[in-house]
């Protein structure tokens, strides 16, 4: 989880493998539990999968695309 805007570029273009799963905040939060309430949704949500995919939630929408693929299989 992150609200660093740049982590995209990392995961994306930059020779590390990518993590398992990046959920990118793309909103100020009006409280320290409102991210933590949203990820709960996330997790709990059937049409949503997080493993592999770069996930990012504004405060309207939510969007992803695949992760590259990582070298460990996974």
Do not use: C, K, N, W
Not at 1 to 11: H, I, K, S, V
Not at 25 to 52: H, K, N, Q, T, Y
């Amino acid at each position: 989880m992150t609200f660093d805007r740049d982590f995209g570029a990392l995961a994306f273009r930059s020779e590390v493998p990518a993590p398992a799963a990046v959920i990118l905040f793309r909103f100020s939060p009006v409280s320290p539990d409102e991210p933590a309430a949203i990820l709960a949704d996330l997790i709990e949500r059937e049409d949503i999968e997080l493993e592999g995919r770069f996930t990012v939630v504004d405060r309207d929408r939510i969007r992803q695309r695949p992760l590259p693929h990582r070298e460990d299989g996974v």
